[in-house]
């Protein structure tokens, strides 16, 4: 009978951590996968073989559609002059709709990719003094003088398991800044602190 529970137990382990190797491998490649997928579709691009049949080639539309931001990129880089954004910009603030989405998409992926990215500053705020409750988020603006907000910073906390998350205007003095990494502590928000980077010390004692 303890032979038969310790097979049992064996398989369970050895399910287990195939199903830890399998899971994140399979909804990555499916994520990247759909996305390939979907942009293709922006580009549907069918190479005629014979008759009415056609071949498909997976990722194509992905790599014209990137091919094209690069040129897009370099062209408004080298010939068209700056003015040139500065005037349409212009015209795209004055349009109350358009104006609201232009720059909000904007804005969101310079916080990203620009030069001036957002999301690389990591602090720990003191949410409840009397139980130091406290949470992580990301300090997106530390000058709010322009909104007549003196003393406060503006911190971008991410929900657990989503992808959406929430502003808080809260006192500079119960920010704490975290000397980590902000993608190692992007990814323990999102994970609901599942995902913690240990140090190597720490795994090698535990061995």
Do not use: C
Not at 171 to 179: D, K
């Amino acid at each position: 009978m303890e032979g038969k529970n310790s097979l049992l137990k064996r398989i369970i382990r050895y399910f287990i951590r195939g199903l830890v190797l399998v899971a994140p491998l399979y909804v990555t490649l499916l994520i990247i996968w759909t996305g390939i997928e979907y942009l293709d579709n922006i580009i549907p691009i069918n190479i005629p073989v014979s008759g009415n049949q056609y071949l498909y080639l997976p990722g194509l539309g992905f790599l014209i559609i990137l091919l094209g931001i690069i040129l897009l990129g370099f062209f408004f880089s080298t010939i068209v002059p700056q003015s040139f954004f500065s005037f349409a910009e212009s015209i795209l603030r004055r349009v109350p709709l358009v104006s609201l989405i232009y720059y909000s998409i904007k804005d969101l992926i310079l916080a990203f990719v620009g030069d001036k990215k957002k999301f690389n500053q990591p602090v720990l705020v003191t949410m409840y003094k009397d139980t130091q409750i406290k949470k992580i988020g990301f300090i997106t603006q530390n000058d709010l003088s322009h909104l007549k907000i003196n003393g406060h910073v503006a911190v971008y906390m991410p929900l657990s398991y989503s992808l959406s998350g929430e502003l808080f205007i809260v006192p500079a003095e119960q920010v704490t800044p975290l000397e980590v990494a902000s993608t190692d502590i992007m990814k323990m928000v999102i994970s609901g602190g599942v995902s913690v980077k240990v140090p190597k010390e720490e795994t090698m004692e535990e061995d």
